[in-house]
């Protein structure tokens, strides 16, 4: 899990490097000039979209203690609201090897417990600090969290992932 983390971090380290380098494209340049395959290449890499959503699954008695972590932490953050979660009830399934630690001692069959599924969108810079929030209110020893790249519903001018819609077009 440690390694997953650290891969995570770097690539959000790079992730927000490219984005400060496309960001102030036009300083680099005189700079670029010089190399003009690798100009090119910055020039046609549009800037990443912010915004990812993190999935976490967690027993029903933990999930308000671990929405409250998220919300905390920067999570479900999107314009002007904050606290922004999808929830949904499902049924985990683990089986605890040798040498496990698990919630519930199932010495060593396959165990069922009914789960909330929460999603929250955030910024791609928040995931760090979002990350340790979870992993310090989890009940789980280990805690697995998914991570989806977003992208703008309706091109680049969308805004957080949702487009305005046009003229005619009412949901």
């Not at 805690?143 to 001018?157: K, M, R, S």
């Amino acid at each position: 899990m440690a390694i997953l983390t650290q891969l995570l971090l770097v690539s959000v380290a790079l992730a927000a490097l490219y984005a400060s380098f496309v960001h102030n494209r036009d300083k680099y340049e005189k700079t670029l000039a010089i190399l003009p395959d690798f100009s090119k290449l910055f020039k046609q890499a549009p800037a990443p979209y912010p915004y990812v959503k993190l999935v976490v699954s967690v027993p029903d008695r933990q999930s308000e203690t671990v929405r409250r972590a998220i919300a905390r932490a920067g999570g479900g953050v999107v314009g002007q609201y904050t606290w922004r979660s999808f929830s949904s009830q499902g049924i985990g399934r683990y089986k605890p090897e040798h040498g496990a630690n698990p919630m519930v001692d199932t010495e060593e069959a396959v165990e069922t417990i009914e789960q909330e599924r929460i999603e929250v969108t955030c910024l791609r810079h928040d995931v760090p600090q979002i990350l340790a929030a979870i992993k310090e209110v989890h009940p789980y020893e280990e805690t697995l969290v998914d991570i989806y790249q977003l992208e703008p519903a309706h091109g680049p001018e969308a805004a957080h992932g949702h487009a305005e819609p046009e003229h005619g077009d009412h949901h």
